[in-house]
């Protein structure tokens, strides 16, 4: 956050029989961010829950950027936001755990994870960033809680094997693209709380051939279903 202050910057051997390598900031309340990886790091991970005497409350953005060699991941219990890019292009990921405590998944936080099959995303999470799971293309089913209030542009662009979507009550918008190119897709339910459906909402969703739309909605954008 802004008013954050970094007071150091280390790199630390988590398991050195692996050479697993974590970089990570210490933050001013005493807990740290992981900021990055060191070459070595691959196949599947426990990312660790205190480095050093610093516990573990966040991922931080592009902190495991571009990692192809990573095959799952589990996020320690402690943290409660993934930055923006945090898993982008990790492209053989196959599974990842986020805990409970988890409020926000940031912009293109799992975009290009195109090996992911499943996604549960925990009861507590309030928003989901733009493009945060866009173009992944294997999942097939993905868990969003009813604490969710924000999805983002493209958050689910291009997921082409998804099939099915409950988007949770507290939801407003289904903004710019969230579900377009979701070529698999053959059931949504749209809650009453839903006002408008953004422009290409759905678009070039071609396995959705019905849908119920709630009266609520009073705004439907361009081309919202192509």
């Not at 599974?95 to 992911?116: L, M, Q």
Request: net charge negative.
């Amino acid at each position: 956050s802004a008013n954050t202050e970094i007071k150091a910057e280390c790199t630390v051997i988590v398991n050195s029989s692996e050479a697993w390598y974590y970089t990570y900031t210490v933050k001013d309340d005493g807990t740290a961010e992981i900021t990055g990886y060191r070459p070595g790091l691959q196949g599947d991970i426990v990312i660790p829950s205190y480095v050093h005497e610093y516990r573990v409350t966040s991922i931080g953005s592009r902190a495991f950027y571009d990692c192809r060699a990573l095959t799952s991941a589990i996020i320690p219990t402690d943290v409660t936001s993934i930055g923006d890019r945090a898993f982008y292009g990790c492209s053989s990921l196959t599974s990842v755990t986020i805990p409970e405590g988890v409020t926000s998944i940031g912009d293109y936080a799992f975009r290009y994870c195109s090996s992911v099959t499943s996604m549960t995303i925990p009861e507590g999470v309030t928003s989901i960033g733009s493009s945060a799971f866009e173009s992944c293309e294997s999942i097939t089913t993905v868990t969003i809680p009813q604490s969710v209030t924000r999805i983002g542009d493209h958050a689910f662009r291009s997921c082409r094997s998804l099939i099915s979507v409950t988007i949770p009550e507290g939801v407003t918008r289904i903004n710019w693209r969230t579900f377009c190119d979701c070529s698999s897709l053959t059931a949504i339910t749209i809650p009453s709380s839903v006002t408008s459906i953004g422009d290409y909402a759905f678009f070039y969703c071609s396995s959705l051939t019905s849908m119920t739309i709630p009266s609520s909605v009073t705004s439907i954008g361009e081309r919202a279903f192509g």
